[in-house]
């Protein structure tokens, strides 16, 4: 309040309550029999303190809606990598190759809403470390299947290729 006095109801001890009721709805009139403070300060303090309350709750409520999309995606990440683990202790390459796809996903989803990846942007894993790594895990577990083995590093140098030419 410009006046310099202090709002009556934002040092109330029933601030929180007379927020919440007044969010809801209830009325001035009835909030100030209520809690014995005058229409005109529940007015001003809904006019002038609660919109402000408001958006600093939506605020919150965004980023906490915002973690837990990230703690999900997370977790899907980690549960691909998990597939990933089974797939190639059974010698099951093509669930495997699904779960790297996936975990690509999510790394590429998380990248999205962390702003690290601008929406549109084109992501090329073929040059990344882990890409290599993992290529060479996949390529050297198919040693005892030269037949698959061979499909699969000539399907990867494929779609490596048409990476490369479309990024």
């Known amino acids: 309040m410009k006046t310099g006095k202090k709002c009556l109801v934002c040092t109330s001890p029933d601030k929180d309550a007379i927020n919440e009721k007044m969010i809801a709805g209830l009325s001035v009139r009835k909030l100030a029999e209520e809690y014995d403070i005058s229409k005109s300060a529940m007015a ?3 006019s002038n303190h609660l919109p ?3 958006v600093k709750a939506k605020q919150l409520n965004e980023v906490d809606s915002a973690t837990r999309l990230v703690e999900q995606i997370e977790k899907l990440y980690m549960r691909a990598y998990q597939i990933i683990d089974k797939a190639e202790q059974k010698e099951k390459f093509a ?3 699904a779960a790297i796809r996936e975990a690509r996903g999510s790394l590429e989803l998380l990248a999205k809403i962390s702003g690290d990846l601008k929406s549109g942007t084109h992501l090329t894993l073929i040059y990344s470390p882990q890409w290599i ?3 060479q895990v996949l390529v050297k577990a ?3 299947f030269p037949d698959a ?6 399907a990867l140098e494929v779609h490596e290729l048409d990476e490369t030419i479309d990024g």
Do not use: F, G, S, Y
Not at 149 to 154: F, L, P, Q, S, T
């Open 149 to 154: 083995r061979a499909k699969v590093i000539e």
């Open 52 to 54: 402000a309350l408001m």
């Open 44 to 46: 001003a303090h809904r």
């Open 95 to 97: 669930p495997a190759v």
């Open 133 to 135: 790594t993992l290529r």
């Open 142 to 144: 198919l040693e005892p």
